[in-house]
């Protein structure tokens, strides 16, 4: 086996352990055995667990971006809604060990690869969608930023409850979500008031 191809095979085993146990059940020991090799041949390629753990996460992180960015083809804000809905859906049918590890928390001191942070990632690239149809609406489209983040929220949550639920289909939850998201959406005030007043 060449160094590429036991990089790889560590790295798939890993990341098959962490989706099944998470960072802090995972060892290297573990790692180690089921790839037949020494615990010093997982130290040589990745320094350690930290490491091999931030490659799979940055993987996955990037392989869910390319997903959802990949899905906005379409011209009207509502088909974009629906495919960021459905990408989103499609990434956790096929990458559900993916989806698992990015939805545990992240090792301590880590600053990238949460899924908060991912989420704002996703968030950052669809607040254009919104900042269209603001403008178009005449609401204000410095709202966009975060609207984006409620939306992004509520599909990756749902997807969080789908992801072991699996019922109803697919396409059934995204079309349910994009029936709250879209119309709670064109429904919105321009300057939106609490009905009570909080208390100070």
């Given at each position: 086996m060449?160094?590429?191809e036991r990089r790889e095979q560590l790295i798939v085993i890993a990341r098959a352990l962490f989706a099944q146990k998470g960072y802090e059940g995972t060892s290297v020991e573990e790692i180690a055995a089921r790839a037949e090799v020494s615990k010093p041949v997982v130290y040589e390629h990745f320094g350690?667990?930290?490491?091999?753990?931030?490659v799979v996460v940055d993987r996955e992180v990037r392989s869910l971006l390319d997903t959802v960015t990949a899905s906005l083809t379409a011209g009207r804000a509502h088909e974009l809604v629906e495919q960021a809905a459905l990408a989103l859906l499609d990434y956790i049918e096929s990458s559900s060990d993916g989806f698992r590890i990015l939805v545990r928390d992240s090792p301590v001191g880590s600053s990238s690869g949460s899924f908060i942070s991912i989420l704002s990632d996703v968030g950052t690239r669809v607040e254009h969608i919104l900042a269209e149809e603001f403008k178009r609406r005449g609401l204000d489209p410095k709202n966009a930023p975060m609207y984006a983040q409620m939306l992004v929220g509520m599909v990756a949550l749902t997807g969080q409850w789908w992801l072991d639920a699996r019922r109803p289909k697919k396409q059934d939850v995204a079309a349910h979500l994009v029936n709250l998201a879209w119309n709670g959406l064109s429904g919105l005030e321009a300057k939106p008031t609490l009905s009570t007043r909080p208390h100070k």
């Amino acid at each position: 086996m060449t160094s590429a191809e036991r990089r790889e095979q560590l790295i798939v085993i890993a990341r098959a352990l962490f989706a099944q146990k998470g960072y802090e059940g995972t060892s290297v020991e573990e790692i180690a055995a089921r790839a037949e090799v020494s615990k010093p041949v997982v130290y040589e390629h990745f320094g350690g667990k930290e490491g091999l753990y931030a490659v799979v996460v940055d993987r996955e992180v990037r392989s869910l971006l390319d997903t959802v960015t990949a899905s906005l083809t379409a011209g009207r804000a509502h088909e974009l809604v629906e495919q960021a809905a459905l990408a989103l859906l499609d990434y956790i049918e096929s990458s559900s060990d993916g989806f698992r590890i990015l939805v545990r928390d992240s090792p301590v001191g880590s600053s990238s690869g949460s899924f908060i942070s991912i989420l704002s990632d996703v968030g950052t690239r669809v607040e254009h969608i919104l900042a269209e149809e603001f403008k178009r609406r005449g609401l204000d489209p410095k709202n966009a930023p975060m609207y984006a983040q409620m939306l992004v929220g509520m599909v990756a949550l749902t997807g969080q409850w789908w992801l072991d639920a699996r019922r109803p289909k697919k396409q059934d939850v995204a079309a349910h979500l994009v029936n709250l998201a879209w119309n709670g959406l064109s429904g919105l005030e321009a300057k939106p008031t609490l009905s009570t007043r909080p208390h100070k």
